[in-house]
Antibody, heavy 118, light 107 residues
Framework: QVQLKETGPGLVQPTQTLSITCTVSGFSLTSYYMQWVRQTPGKGLEWMGF???????EYNSEFKSRLSISRDTSKNQVFLKMNSLKTEDTGVYYC????????????WGQGVMVTVSS | DIQMTQSPASLSASLEEIVTITCQAS??????LAWYQQKPGKSPQLLIYGATSLADGVPSRFSGSRSGTQYSLKISRLQVEDIGIYYC?????????FGAGTKLELK
C-alpha cells in the first residue's frame, strides 16, 4: 500500500533553513517522480519542484536560488531544503508521487505545517 | 509561465445538481491537466488526469473534458461528500501551475 509521510520542524525562524523529509512506502523512488507542493495563505497551492526517478531535479524558478531536493533511495526518503526563510513561507508542505506522463500526482502525503516566526 | 484561470471562485449548488468548473490555460498544454479535490485539513486528492481520465477509486459522476485550452470538470449529480475546494493543475511545462481553486458549497 502506497504511503507518503512528511516530517519537519513545525517552527522555523526567519532567515533559517527549512528541512523536511518525505518517507515513502509501497513503491520505489527509482520508478516515480517525487514532487513538492506547498500551500500558503498568500499564494494557495504552489508547485516547488521535483526529483525524477533517475535522480535529476527541476525547480520552480520562484524558489530556485534557495531550494534543494534530494533523496536517499536506500531509506525511501526524499528531502526538501530551503534556506533564507521568510514569514511568507509559512504554510503546509506536501510531497506527492507522480508518474512520467500526464497522469497527475496520484498519492500525496498528509502535509506538514511550517510556521516561520521569531 | 503558464497561467491557469479557474472559474468560478465559489459555487453553491443543490444535491443531485450538475456542477461544472472550468480552467482556461494561457497557452497550449495538451492533455497535461489534472483536477484535484481538497477537503479541510486534508491533502489534495486526484480526481482526473490527462484532462479526461478518471483516477482510481473516483466515482463515475466526475468527468473531465477539454476544448482547446479550456478544461472542464463536471460533477453529474452532486453529493454531500463532494463538498470541498477543487483545483486544476497543469504539468505541461515547468513551473507547473495550479488554478486558484473553486469552493463548492451546498445550497
Amino acid at each position: 500500500q502506497v504511503q507518503l509521510k512528511e516530517t519537519g520542524p513545525g517552527l522555523v525562524q526567519p532567515t533559517q533553513t527549512l528541512s523536511i523529509t518525505c518517507t515513502v512506502s509501497g513503491f520505489s523512488l527509482t520508478s516515480y517522480y517525487m514532487q513538492w507542493v506547498r500551500q500558503t495563505p498568500g499564494k494557495g497551492l504552489e508547485w516547488m519542484g521535483f526529483i525524477r526517478s533517475g535522480g535529476s531535479t527541476e525547480y520552480n524558478s520562484e524558489f530556485k536560488s534557495r531550494l534543494s531536493i534530494s533523496r536517499d533511495t536506500s531509506k525511501n526518503q526524499v528531502f526538501l531544503k530551503m534556506n533564507s526563510l521568510k514569514t511568507e513561507d509559512t504554510g503546509v508542505y506536501y510531497c506527492a508521487r507522480a508518474h512520467r506522463g500526464p497522469k497527475g500526482f496520484d498519492y500525496w502525503g498528509q502535509g506538514v505545517m511550517v510556521t516561520v516566526s521569531s | 509561465d503558464i497561467q491557469m484561470t479557474q472559474s468560478p471562485a465559489s459555487l453553491s449548488a443543490s444535491l443531485e445538481e450538475i456542477v461544472t468548473i472550468t480552467c482556461q490555460a494561457s497557452q497550449d498544454i495538451g492533455n497535461w491537466l489534472a483536477w484535484y479535490q481538497q477537503k479541510p485539513g486534508k491533502s489534495p486528492q486526484l480526481l482526473i488526469y490527462g484532462a479526461t481520465s478518471l483516477a482510481d477509486g473516483v466515482p463515475s459522476r466526475f468527468s473531465g473534458s477539454r476544448s482547446g485550452t479550456q478544461y472542464s470538470l463536471k460533477i453529474s449529480r452532486l453529493q454531500v461528500e463532494d463538498i470541498g475546494i477543487y483545483y486544476c493543475l497543469q504539468a505541461y511545462s515547468a513551473p507547473y501551475t495550479f488554478g486558484a481553486g473553486t469552493k463548492l458549497e451546498l445550497k
